[in-house]
């Protein structure tokens, strides 16, 4: 564009040169004509540049890990006249990256006409991808002058989901539990645990007669069977910023980031495939995660439920510390856990201790989301 502006530029001196050498009429209207094709051009753009619409698509809405989305640039010029091209700017970011990408796109569009542009990412980690419109600049026709379009906020957003693989089998073995719970409030059929005794009702079953306090009683006497509780597991994940001290970090070649970004990674897919695996076996959970916004707790019981779950744990900010049990034993206090799964970042040794305390008397299973 710089190039046309000064090939312009020297033009106009050349010929107002010109004119001021020979002050003939030629020269005069030739450079006259000169600036008037400037001006015109300028009026162009200006009538041209609240006639163009830009939007942006983005397909599919959902991936998983590797694969890619297509960004399409959609320009509609609803003007009779034509500009010489429209750049468009985009702005990519990944959540858990922090880091932001400028693309930019350049399109030519003729009168009342519709162009569109198409720039495809591949995404290699886990998690929400943004793309934003940042800029939209409209080139004049012979390029000497531009203008920028305002346009309302025009985010896409990409959840990129981990691939599942199935270990329903190892959480067959880690889940087995032969000890069975009762619950206290209400009664049940389950005849192997008593839960309450009490005087005989026509229609009771002859069964649960308790012969033996019966004749104490010299009354008959009912047995009330006790409600069996399922087990019941709870995948919590802790996906916090923190960072854990690392020898390798005095290592130039040591990349942080992408330590961090794999790390997270590996927790989305070992929390997706335990909860999957338990899917598979039929065994309803809890999926659980703290967050800057708060905790979130979520039932599963089948897989729409899970991918709610994940899609809530991409779009909210993770905690800059160590996230333990404790909170959603405090605000669930009724609830009682056969196995947890505590999948985590690295942690500290005290912080470590720290999470098989709180899950004591429950059978703990800490999980790192490193490679």
Request: proline content about 2%; hydrophobic content about 30%; cysteine-free.
């Given at each position: 564009m710089w190039?046309?502006?000064?090939?312009f530029l020297l033009m106009v001196i050349a010929t107002g040169s010109l004119a001021v050498?020979?002050?003939?009429?030629?020269t005069l209207t030739l450079f006259i004509v000169v600036l008037a094709g400037g001006v015109i051009d300028l009026v162009v753009l200006l009538l041209c540049k609240n006639k163009i619409e830009v939007s942006?698509?983005?397909?599919?809405?959902t991936i998983y890990m590797g694969e890619s989305v297509k960004l399409k640039v959609l320009i509609n010029n609803k003007s009779i006249l034509m500009p010489e091209h429209v750049r468009v700017k985009v702005l990519y970011t990944h959540k858990y990256e922090g880091k932001k990408y400028k693309y930019l796109l350049?399109?030519?569009?003729?009168?009342?006409?519709?162009?569109?542009n198409e720039v495809e990412f591949k995404v290699s980690h886990i998690g929400l991808c943004e793309y934003n419109l940042e800029g939209i600049i409209v080139y004049s026709f012979l390029g000497l002058f531009k203008k920028k379009i305002r346009v309302k906020n025009q985010k896409t957003e990409v959840f990129v989901f981990p691939i599942t693989s199935d270990i329903s089998g190892s959480i067959r073995e880690k889940t087995t539990n032969d000890n069975v719970r009762y619950r206290s409030d209400i009664p049940g059929y389950?005849?192997?645990?008593?839960?309450?005794?009490?005087?005989?009702?026509?229609g009771d079953d002859v069964k649960s007669i308790h012969w033996k306090l019966s004749s104490k009683k010299d009354s008959l006497m009912v047995k009330v069977f006790s409600e069996p509780v399922e087990n019941k597991e709870l995948v919590y994940v802790n996906y916090s910023n923190k960072r854990k001290e690392n020898a390798e970090a005095k290592d130039n070649s040591f990349n942080f980031e992408e330590e961090r970004l794999n790390s997270v990674d590996e927790i989305f897919i070992k929390a997706n495939n335990i909860s999957m695996g338990l899917l598979k076996l039929k065994r309803a959970h809890v999926f659980a995660f703290d967050s800057k916004e708060g905790q979130r707790r979520y039932n599963i019981e089948k897989e729409a439920d899970l991918r709610h779950a994940i899609k809530d744990m991409m779009s909210l900010t993770p905690c800059d510390e160590t996230c333990f049990i404790n909170t959603l034993k405090r605000n669930h206090y009724e609830e009682?856990?056969?196995n947890i799964f505590y999948i985590t970042m690295p942690l500290l040794n005290k912080d470590e201790d720290r999470v098989r305390e709180q899950g004591k008397g429950n059978k703990v299973e800490i999980i790192y989301g490193s490679k």
């Open positions: 190039n046309k502006r000064i090939s050498m020979y002050r003939a009429n030629s942006a698509s983005i397909s599919p809405s350049n399109t030519r569009v003729n009168a009342l006409s519709e162009a569109f389950d005849r192997t645990e008593v839960f309450d005794v009490r005087d005989y009702r026509d009682n856990y056969d």
